[in-house]
């Protein structure tokens, strides 16, 4: 596919901030469904 030029630290590192951003934006995605739940009931 792509010949690492980069060590093993720098995969692990994208990797770690990939796997922060996913959760973030699960909670995020999970507050939005929540307050969109919210605004039915009014």
Do not use: H
């Not at 792509?2 to 994208?14: C, H, P, V, Y």
């Not at 922060?20 to 469904?33: K, R, S």
């Amino acid at each position: 596919m792509f010949q690492q030029f980069i060590g093993d630290g720098a995969s692990l590192f994208i990797t770690i901030v990939a796997v922060l951003i996913g959760f973030a934006t699960a909670l995020g995605y999970l507050d939005f469904m929540k307050t969109k739940k919210e605004d039915k009931k009014d």
